[in-house]
């Protein structure tokens, strides 16, 4: 089914554009990231993204989405993903999901990262810690080829090591001049990602969302976006949007400040 779609295997030019993009976004990061502290708003962190975005002559995915009314989404504490930027003041032991992603000639780069803020309780760095090296796991595990399970068995088995849930409802997902195609990456191995491969020229995002207890979620009905944890536990995430090539992964969203694979909270 896969491999009959033009669209999700790039040449050479196509996956410069994709570098580029993601290039982009991950600058964006790098400049983000002294922003996300106690005592700002998620709403200045959003005006920060779509001023950044638009001096750069690019468009940010977000906005408009299906409706979104943000150009990123801030997830906080029991927020597992989605979360709308707003008049919420982020606080000191708050875990702070940003997740950006960006339009670059047409071209899409996805990316997001979880922030510890000042004195976080043992609790929120070491599921932070396991959402960090479980994406990172599960990227190295993947080869030119190779099926899509090797991400969910890398992210559970690591998971499961501190007995955490690793969330179902919502997955990684191709990426390229979409900003949700095909194939779905769950993080956890079910049917269809036995099935599925990931082929040389082929881009997509791994990013986990691993949740302190269940793995349950719900749906903010007032809203539409807002998940949270069904416990109201908290829950962190990374994403980074990776391409595979002949000769293996390359991780495009890659920052020059954020955490680096081995990097302890
Ligand atoms: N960036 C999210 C992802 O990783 C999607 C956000 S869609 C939005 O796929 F509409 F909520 F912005
Ligand atoms: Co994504
Ligand atoms: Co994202």
């Not at 000639?105 to 932070?128: C, H, K, M, P, Y």
């Amino acid at each position: 089914m896969l491999r009959g779609k033009r669209e999700l295997y790039l040449v050479e030019c196509e996956r410069d554009s994709m570098r580029e993009a993601c290039k982009f976004n991950a600058q964006l990061m790098d400049f983000i990231r002294p922003h996300v502290k106690a005592g700002v708003l998620t709403s200045e962190i959003d005006s920060l993204v779509s001023e950044y975005t638009l001096d750069h002559h690019h468009r940010p995915a977000c906005l408009g989405y299906q409706g979104f009314p943000k150009s990123c989404c801030t997830s906080v504490n029991e927020v597992v993903c989605h979360g709308i930027p707003g008049d919420y003041e982020i606080q000191d032991g708050d875990i702070v999901n940003v997740d950006i992603t960006s339009i670059v000639n047409g071209w899409l780069g996805d990316q997001s990262e979880t922030f510890l803020i000042g004195n976080v309780s043992d609790e929120a760095r070491s599921v932070t810690q396991c959402a960090l090296d479980s994406m990172y796991l599960a990227i190295d595990a993947l080869t030119p080829g190779c099926r899509v399970a090797e991400i969910g068995r890398a992210i559970i088995s690591e998971a499961n090591k501190y007995g955490y849930g690793v969330v179902r409802e919502y997955v990684g997902h191709g990426i390229g001049r979409r900003f949700h195609q095909e194939p779905s990456i769950p993080h956890y191995p079910n049917r269809q990602a036995h099935i599925d491969r990931i082929h040389p020229g082929m881009c997509f995002t791994v990013e986990p969302m691993i949740n302190l207890g269940t793995r349950e979620t719900v749906l903010d009905r007032g809203d539409g976006w807002t998940v949270r944890t069904k416990d109201g536990l908290i829950s962190a995430q990374f994403e980074h949007t990776i391409l595979m090539t002949e000769d293996g992964t390359e991780i495009l969203t890659m920052t020059m400040g954020g955490p680096k694979p081995g990097h302890r909270f």
